[in-house]
């Protein structure tokens, strides 16, 4: 399984970006997918998640109805789309995997991408 994310940046607070992940070597409309992220000097944060089909979702408390996550089976490509960006919103986005939609939203997904930067400044 290989996920690349794509689309990190140097934004400004209040912009908007959206980030991309690709995901090949995986039958995707099977498996969970997410978005992760990590601020210097802070743990690993679990920001969103999809299940294999797209109906349903969970968000972190503090990206809730800021971000979007969707995905594109047909692509097999995930994607978060971010609005009304903060700096605190500044980490490295990871994606990531699992057949465990439940796994995934415990955090412990079994496959992860290489991240993507993402720096809001204010």
């Known amino acids: 399984v290989q996920l690349q994310a794509f689309g990190g940046g140097l934004v400004q607070a209040g912009d908007s970006l959206r980030l991309s992940c690709a995901a090949s070597g995986v039958t995707f409309n099977t498996y969970a997918v997410g978005w992760f992220r990590q601020a210097p000097g802070k743990a690993r944060e679990l920001v969103a998640g999809i299940s294999w089909r797209g109906r349903s979702t969970f968000y972190a408390d503090s990206v809730k109805g800021r971000f979007t996550i969707s995905r594109d089976n047909a692509k097999n490509t995930m994607y978060l789309e971010m609005k009304s960006l903060k700096p605190e919103d500044t980490a490295v986005y990871y994606c990531?995997?699992?057949?465990?939609?439940?796994?995934?939203?415990?955090?412990?997904?079994?496959?992860w991408g290489k991240g993507t930067e993402v720096t809001v400044s204010s």
């Open positions: 990531a995997a699992d057949p465990s939609y439940a796994d995934l939203s415990r955090g412990n997904p079994n496959y």
